[in-house]
């Protein structure tokens, strides 16, 4: 079974700073690598995937990740926080098997911009 | 192209009631899947429906339940209400054709049980 690890549920970086958002994931197949970004009372918005094309994944807003076989990790990265960037992340896995449209998400981190 | 729309987007409900929650999936999308949300056990999988069959299933008891139509439209339903059921339900829509997972969310629907 996939899994994925969130390590810290709260992040402050200052505004301007580089954001560093960490994801390990576990998983017996090749996975599939999804962050998604949730604004207060909104659904999920997906910012980047990785599908096994390219390991550095560049998404919306300035955000890229890169997926690291070796270490297990898919952490997410900004080299410049904005205030509007406020909000909580999730990390996601999928097998990728045909029809298993199931996503396991991650316990979320809340970032805080300090202006 | 429209998104994903939720029905209702808040409610309110007492224990033991039940309620039902609508689905509208992106024009085109075959597969809708349902997700619970709180704020001590994050994101968890619900059932995934596809061209009116339940495919997928998490590890919820049988007081909720789902269905598609023919249209794609999506209900679940919450039967028995307990106060943990109060939850933010997430759905999301996908072609269901693909296997990269990638999913389209709505706005949820937030369920307060009193």
């Known amino acids: 079974a996939q899994s994925v690890t969130q390590l810290g549920s709260h992040v402050s970086v200052s505004e301007g700073a580089l954001v560093l958002l960490r994801c390990n994931y576990s998983s017996s197949v090749p996975p599939y690598l999804f962050w998604y970004v949730q604004y207060p009372n909104q659904g999920l918005q997906l910012l980047l995937k990785?599908?096994?094309?390219?390991?550095l994944v560049k998404g919306i807003n300035g955000f890229e990740a890169e997926f690291k076989k070796s270490e297990t990790s898919f952490h997410l990265t900004k080299p410049s926080a904005h205030m509007s960037d406020a909000a909580e992340y999730f990390c996601?896995?999928?097998?990728?098997?045909?029809?298993?449209?199931?996503?396991?998400f991650g316990t979320g981190t809340r970032l805080t911009i300090i202006p | 192209k429209a998104g994903v729309t939720q029905t209702p987007r808040y409610l309110i409900k007492t224990r033991g009631q039940q309620v039902t929650l609508s689905c509208s999936p992106i024009s085109g999308h075959r597969s809708v899947s349902w997700y619970q949300q709180t704020p001590g056990q994050g994101l968890q999988f619900l059932f995934e429906y596809f061209s009116e069959t339940q495919r997928n299933k998490g590890n919820f008891p049988g007081r909720f339940s789902g269905r598609q139509f023919s249209n794609s439209r999506s209900e679940m339903n919450v039967s028995t209400l307990e106060l943990g059921d109060s939850a933010l339900y997430l759905c999301?829509?996908?072609?269901?054709?693909?296997?990269?997972?990638?999913?389209?969310f709505g706005e949820g629907s937030r369920l307060t049980v009193l």
């Open positions: 999301a829509s996908s072609s269901g054709t693909s296997n990269t997972g990638e999913l389209f």
């Open positions: 990785y599908t096994s094309a390219a390991t």
């Open positions: 996601a896995v999928s097998d990728g098997n045909f029809g298993n449209e199931k996503l396991t």
